[in-house]
């Protein structure tokens, strides 16, 4: 009965998919679009299951970092994606909550809550201002990315009648 609704159940694959590392919000909202969910349902899903990990990466990526250097075989993978956080992690330092914000909501490759929550691990940045601007950030990519599917799928008249009321 349980694995009937996990494989039938879109709306579990939705939130499942948010809370994937590069694929994020930014490709599990159109997946849950696709499969039928309504918008407003979908938002909520997607930024859910986004949200999940943060906490978590926020919490314990800086002492599993150190603890997977010590490991042969992963120490130059650590290495390499501390530096790729440290380059992108310029605007964030100069204006850290609404330069974190924005670099989460902007749906690019290499940008997005998981990047944004070891760019704030690794910069020390408190959990009590980091938290807000990732969840913010994954809301605001959230409208970018369902205008983007609604503009390439169907044309801007759903989107703008759901955000016209």
């Known amino acids: 009965m349980m694995i009937d609704f996990i494989k039938s159940s879109s709306e579990l694959w939705a939130f499942i998919i948010a809370m994937l590392p590069v694929v994020e919000l930014r490709g599990a909202l159109p997946v849950a679009l696709a499969s039928g969910i309504d918008l407003p349902l979908a938002i909520l899903i997607t930024i859910a299951g986004n949200m999940v990990p943060i906490p978590l990466i926020l919490l314990f990526v800086r002492p599993l970092f150190k603890w997977f250097k010590k490991l042969d ?11 790729r956080a440290f380059k992108k992690s310029e605007n964030i330092v100069k204006s850290n909550f609404w330069g974190l914000m924005i670099f989460v909501a902007i749906p690019l490759p290499g940008t997005g809550a998981w990047t944004g ?3 704030a691990a690794l910069l020390d940045m408190r959990l009590k201002l980091a938290i807000p ?5 994954v809301i ?5 990315v369902s205008a983007a599917y609604y503009l390439v ?7 703008l009648n759901w955000m016209l009321g």
Do not use: K, M, W, Y
């Not at 601007?133 to 950030?137: F, K, M, Q, S, Y």
């Not at 799928?153 to 989107?159: E, I, L, M, Q, T």
């Open 73 to 83: 075989a992963l120490r130059n993978i650590i290495h390499r994606i501390e530096e």
């Open 117 to 119: 929550a070891i760019i």
């Open 133 to 137: 601007a990732i969840a913010l950030g």
């Open 140 to 144: 605001l990519a959230s409208v970018i």
């Open 153 to 159: 799928v169907s044309g801007a008249a759903p989107f």
